[in-house]
């Protein structure tokens, strides 16, 4: 008798033998089944994983795209039924990968694809509107916390990262230029978008993150356009409660 973990082990290993005690409807062992079987298990890993990361599908090609992510697929089957979650540790493996040494901004592009992800299947919240701030005393402004949407992802990088995903997305775009960048991903309704943000912005928005009040925040990043992150935040939907 073939045991459900004899079954699963054999899939995602294409030099494995059939597990023992598979036969068709005659009693015939069948190897052919089970490997057309197997062979379509990966390509529909391989699949999601392509749906998931369009962006890194772009910069290496269907080819090698296909072949890396091929690799990836029988080392890291799913963990999880929730297919749209597979591929969270897919920025690590790209990153420990030696032959990809020369693109050093892929796991970078990776997380800011998976975050996308992350921030279409978080939780929904209600978004608190500007007057909301605007309401409060004088006094109390500087003390009040804003807390940031579940959906609400931020991402720092060395690397152009907004650029490469938007001209990896769209040959059209601008060529990425050097320079390190941060981007916030922001899900007003239903499609989440990456935001490039201006310089020392990530540093306010962290502070907020970590439950300082607004005058802490603006403390902690004082050459920050604070009034151009507000306008964003909630314009975008992501300030979801203000505690004073």
Do not use: C
């Not at 929730?82 to 990968?97: C, I, N, V």
């Not at 997380?111 to 701030?133: K, M």
């Not at 970590?210 to 050459?223: F, R």
Request: hydrophobic letters at 45%; charged letters at 15%.
């Amino acid at each position: 008798m073939t045991t459900q973990t004899d079954f699963r082990a054999g899939l995602l290993n294409p030099d494995a033998p059939m597990p023992q005690g598979l036969t068709n409807a005659q009693g015939v062992p069948s190897p052919k089944r089970y490997g057309v079987y197997r062979n379509n298990v990966t390509v529909s890993l391989v699949d999601a994983l392509q749906t998931g990361f369009p962006a890194i599908h772009s910069l290496l090609g269907d080819q090698n795209f296909r072949a890396l992510a091929t690799h990836y697929a029988r080392a890291n089957p799913p963990q999880s039924p929730l297919m749209m979650l597979y591929g969270a540790d897919f920025a690590q493996f790209l990153a420990q990968t030696q032959a990809l040494a020369n693109l050093p901004y892929l796991p970078d592009i990776a997380a800011l694809e998976y975050g996308l992800r992350t921030s279409y299947h978080a939780a929904n919240h209600d978004p608190q509107p500007f007057s909301a701030l605007q309401s409060l005393a004088p006094e109390q402004i500087d003390d009040a916390k804003l807390s940031l949407a579940p959906s609400a992802i931020l991402l720092q990088s060395v690397w152009p990262i907004h650029d490469i995903y938007t001209f990896a997305l769209d040959p059209t775009a601008p060529q990425p230029q050097a320079a390190a960048q941060d981007i916030l991903i922001l899900r007003k309704e239903f499609d989440p978008k990456p935001h490039l943000l201006p310089a020392n912005a990530a540093k306010f928005i962290r502070a907020l993150g970590a439950g300082k009040t607004l005058s802490q925040a603006i403390e902690n990043a004082p050459d920050t356009d604070v009034g151009a992150i507000l306008t964003l935040l909630f314009t975008e939907g992501a300030i979801a409660r203000i505690t004073v």
